[in-house]
């Protein structure tokens, strides 16, 4: 059956197994996930539970080895791989913990690597991650490198990369990590300023005090979600 139009995501029974010097290793036993246009989920639980590996299957860069990964109703498993990265490029953002920017180059440049592989004119490529770093509240970093931005700045660098082309869903992993507690709650009033303009967001966190940001709340233990 076709999921309802209005759902951004959804996960059926999803598994995944790594191999291991030991034999393999299941990750993700039977998990499943609905996330609506609009909704905010966090996803808490232990180091090792398996939220990351939930997060990679969830943005269509692990295949799962069973289940169904379905995004904005379409059923993900036999599309070829340009396809899934047609729909990671443009309906798609991710931010990590590890900032992952060029350290040398600028916060712009940065922003605009976003573009590297689609077909979008450089002039257009650079008002978009303008607008982007604008967004994020440092539209007066742009020209400055990336290594000496702080920790919150570099952050918000790489979550404007991820906006600097509008995804529907923003996926985000453990994303103040490594921030002091302003720069953390800065970024999270971020997230919220985006959810309430209507993006879908999934946010994995060990910090309890992020949940009341979301509208949904699963739990992940052993490889298995649950929804509080």
Known sequence: MAA???????????????????????VLRGVSLALAAGEFGVIT??????????????????????????FDGRETAGLGEGEL???????????????????RRTALDNVAFRF?????????ARRLSEAALARVGLAGKARQPARLLSAGEMQRVAI????AL???????????????????????????????AGMSILLVTHNPDWVAAGT?????????????
């Open 160 to 163: 404007a990369r991820a906006l």
């Open 4 to 26: 309802a139009p209005q759902e951004r995501l959804r996960l059926e029974a999803v598994q995944k197994s790594f191999c291991a010097p030991g034999g393999g290793v299941e």
């Open 166 to 196: 509008p995804p529907k869903l923003l996926l985000a992993d453990e994303p103040t990590g490594n921030l002091d507690p302003e720069s953390a709650a800065r970024v999270m009033e971020l997230f919220r300023e985006l959810n309430r």
């Open 45 to 70: 639980g232990p180091s090792g539970s398996g939220k990351t590996t939930l997060l990679m299957v969830a943005g269509l860069l692990l295949p799962p080895d069973g289940g169904q990964v379905r």
């Open 85 to 103: 990265a047609r729909i990671r490029k443009h309906g798609v953002g991710m931010v990590f913990q590890k900032f992952c920017l060029m350290s």
């Open 216 to 228: 949904t709340h699963w739990t992940m233990h052993d490889g298995h979600l649950a929804r509080v």
């Open 116 to 124: 590297r592989y689609l077909r979008v004119a450089a002039r257009e």
